[in-house]
């Protein structure tokens, strides 16, 4: 399930099309469980990371796997922010919609355990694989090493 917070509404999202996505990435991936996402502001991202991870700032997406007795009925939860999100998308030259995918796909490889901060690029490779498969622009992980796109130029 989509919620989308009322601060952070968007004409440019669609909860049908992103719970159409959701789906299909969850089956993609192999996980187990449905996924209830929160697309919200940058001030509640903010909230969420200094509460869970102890950092005090604003992030685009947050992963909160369920406990393993309930895994198969529920995977976890993931928060977005849209401004974040919104400023992504300019960044890279895609539209709002296209970020939060990539922000959703690479949310849900995190419910399904994988960490690019401990792995050795194993998370790297199955985001471009399912990226490529789900038509999506580059993943969060591989435009860390590229530059971003520049309006008015050629990327």
Do not use: Y
Not at 15 to 27: E, G, Q, V
Not at 96 to 101: D, K, M, N, P
């Amino acid at each position: 399930m989509i919620t989308i917070d009322p601060a952070a509404e968007s004409q440019a999202l669609s909860k049908s099309a992103l719970s159409r996505f959701a789906s299909s990435a969850r089956r993609a991936i192999g996980l187990a469980g449905e996924v209830d996402i929160l697309l919200s502001t940058d001030d509640e991202l903010k909230r969420l990371n200094r509460a869970f991870r102890g950092k005090n700032k604003p992030t685009d997406v947050l992963s909160f796997p369920a406990p393993a007795e309930i895994a198969d009925e529920h995977a976890g939860d993931l928060a977005i922010s849209v401004e974040t999100a919104a400023r992504q998308a300019r960044s890279f030259g895609h539209t709002l919609a296209e970020e939060i995918r990539v922000l959703i796909l690479h949310g849900l490889l995190h419910l399904n355990g994988m960490d690019h901060e401990t792995d050795q690029g194993e998370m790297a490779a199955r985001e471009a694989e399912l990226r490529a498969g789900l038509r999506l622009p580059a993943t969060l992980i591989e435009r860390t090493h590229q530059p971003a796109h520049k309006p008015g130029r050629r990327a």
